[in-house]
């Protein structure tokens, strides 16, 4: 069974930072995708970045220049970066993954428990 674990969120004022972190453990054969996603109190949940496992990056048009994903797939890690953040950011951000866990397996999507990100003076 993979778990994914989420760190980094937190309270913070506007134009401030926060760096997130979510580990993928378990069996993991190979890594699809790894994103982040948020959540604001009424909204529906959104894509915010994800990056593939070769590298390629997506970013949602509200959250471009301000916000950097990076992975590592040694340590089948993530990491959303955020910079210049805005009330506008406040969400539950949670983080997702389709993976492989064995070579013969189909890939599935797994989903963090979520991690609360406030930005407000």
């Known amino acids: 069974q993979v778990q994914l674990m989420e760190s980094g969120g937190g309270s913070v004022q506007p134009g401030g930072s926060l760096r997130l972190s979510c580990a993928a453990s378990?069996?993991?054969?190979?890594?699809?995708?790894m994103g982040w996603y948020r959540q604001a109190p009424g909204k529906e949940r959104e894509l915010v970045a994800s990056?593939?496992?070769?590298?390629?990056?997506n970013y949602a048009d509200s959250v471009k220049g301000r916000f950097t994903i990076s992975g590592d797939n040694a340590k089948s890690t993530v990491y959303l970066q955020m910079n210049s953040l805005k009330p506008e950011d406040t969400a539950v951000y949670y983080c997702?993954?389709?993976?492989?866990?064995?070579?013969?397996?189909?890939?599935?999507?797994?989903w963090g428990k979520g991690t609360s990100v406030t930005v407000s003076s």
């Open positions: 990056i593939t496992g070769s590298g390629r990056t």
């Open positions: 997702s993954t389709k993976l492989r866990e064995r070579f013969d397996s189909v890939a599935t999507d797994y």
């Open positions: 378990g069996s993991i054969f190979s890594i699809n995708i």
